[in-house]
């Protein structure tokens, strides 16, 4: 029976899945992606992960700051192996395994010789829904150690990554609509609790709400959540006292 995947990756994709699923901010996931392409892809010793948002390019993961730098040297030349697999119409992945032989980013690849350790680069697009969204960049401080092998490595990442990145959008969407449906709830409570105290009708109750954010300049969630609470507190208050006033 073939093997498609060696146990050390599938460890990786376990491991990140439990941080995918786990995780409380993107970065964390972003961040993890760019390690486990340090850890498991053969000759790579940084990486990065670059996304198109509105028409620009920013990095949003790396595994430490010397990736992070080469990101910059790429978006102010144009050019690299990350900047083509976003752009670039034609191949998923885009690579210069020894920077000192020809390539297609000679101005860059003339900078990151002389100013850091990398001796070779690449770049893998990430999908979503068949649009070029990002791509990962694994960089080598050895000329030639990138191999037809890493390659092989670094697209089961970006595939990885490819749906991570599609399953934080969708949470965060549903996130998002969770907390929205619980502000509208709070604030409709709030706003019933202040027409019930004030004898006003529902107008006057979200007018007052709404004053009350703006002077303290709070949002308007957490003003009506503080009214809730304060009520919530002097009926549990009344009903202690009540309690203690029964006879035994």
Request: charged share 25%.
């Amino acid at each position: 029976m073939t093997v498609l995947f060696s146990p050390e990756l599938l460890t990786t994709f376990r491991a990140m899945a439990e941080v995918v699923y786990a995780a409380e901010s993107y970065d964390s996931v972003y961040d993890a992606v760019c390690r486990s392409a340090v850890e498991f892809v053969d000759g790579c010793d940084h990486a990065s992960l670059m996304v198109r948002r509105h028409g620009d390019t920013t990095t949003i993961g790396a595994s430490d700051e010397l990736a992070r730098g080469i990101d910059r040297l790429e978006r102010a030349a144009k050019q690299g192996p990350c900047v083509d697999a976003i752009n670039d119409r034609s191949s998923d992945d885009h690579i210069c395994p020894d920077l000192s032989q020809p390539c297609k980013w000679p101005d860059l690849a003339k900078v990151l010789l002389e100013g850091t350790e990398v001796k070779g680069m690449a770049g893998f697009r990430i999908r979503q829904d068949a649009d070029r969204v990002g791509a990962l960049n694994v960089f080598s401080n050895t000329a030639g150690t990138l191999s037809p092998r890493s390659l092989e490595q670094a697209s089961m990442l970006t595939a990885f990554a490819s749906v991570a990145l599609a399953a934080l959008d969708a949470g965060e969407q549903a996130a998002t609509l969770r907390a929205g449906m619980k502000s509208n709830r709070e604030i409709g409570k709030a706003v019933g609790l202040l027409m019930a105290m004030h004898g006003i009708d529902d107008e006057m109750a979200f007018a007052m709400l709404s004053k009350i954010s703006q002077d303290m300049n709070i949002k308007l969630a957490k003003i009506a959540a503080r009214v809730i609470t304060h009520h919530n507190r002097g009926q549990d208050q009344c009903q202690t006292a009540s309690a203690a006033q029964r006879p035994v």
